[in-house]
T-cell receptor, first 112, second 113 residues
């Protein structure tokens, strides 16, 4: 049930753009995006609930496609602070509660 | 600020020992989760709980059990630790609302020798 993330790793120079994809074979109830820096806990970025939704501010944003089977995270004009591992998490309803499972992560390295 | 506290940052146990990992949250969240994190495998869900005494298996529950006797505390139990359970364990909590984020603890790095 784990969503599939791509790419697994990406190396950029500061100022370049990146796109991280998250997909599932089944429609998802929701998509969460988190960033984790080495040795730290994952930190929440955003949640998307509706098909066709787009969210975020100009530098970091995300979309959720109409069929709710794919989400993409967009990092524009990347900064050094964007380095880390990005995880998408997807929700499944069980007993009225939402089980959250995560992809394998995308390691983003930003070089000066 | 929400605080999710895991009792130990580092833990070393021997094969066959019974191991308890404790997690406490201070925001009255209904849902609590245990994940393990291994390189290249991401965050894998072990168990989650949606209320006191209520639990559901995640994707990799084998070798683990959980206990939630009080709303603020969610314990992960390794009945008989094995070397393949050496990993980083992350606890998280969130309120019942579907548009609420997870709040993670700082993790427990467990080594089983």
């Amino acid at each position: 049930q784990q969503p599939v993330q791509s790419p697994q790793a990406v190396i950029l120079r500061e100022g370049e753009d990146a796109v991280i994809n998250c997909s599932s074979s089944k429609a998802l109830y929701s998509v969460h995006w988190y960033r984790q820096k080495h040795g730290e806990a994952p930190v929440f970025l955003m949640i998307l609930l509706k098909g066709g939704e787009q969210k975020g501010h100009e530098k970091i944003s995300a979309s959720f496609n109409e069929k709710k089977q794919q989400s993409s995270l967009y990092l524009t004009a990347s900064q050094l602070s964007y380095s880390g591992t990005y995880f998408c998490g997807t929700g499944y309803l069980i007993q009225g509660a939402q089980k959250l499972v995560f992809g394998q992560g995308t390691r983003l390295t930003i070089n000066p | 600020d929400v605080k999710v506290t895991q009792s130990s940052r580092y833990l070393v146990k021997r094969t066959g020992e019974k191991v308890f990992l404790e997690c406490v949250q201070d925001m009255d969240h209904e849902n609590m989760f245990w994940y393990r994190q291994d390189p290249g495998l991401g965050l894998r869900l072990i168990y989650f709980s949606y209320d006191v005494k209520m639990k559901e298996k995640g994707d990799i529950p084998e070798g683990y059990s959980v206990s939630r006797e009080k709303k603020e505390r969610f314990s992960l139990i390794l009945e008989s630790a094995s070397t393949n359970q050496t990993s980083m364990y992350l606890c998280a909590s969130r309120p019942f609302s579907y548009n609420s984020p997870l709040h993670f603890g700082n993790g427990t790095r467990l080594t089983v020798t």
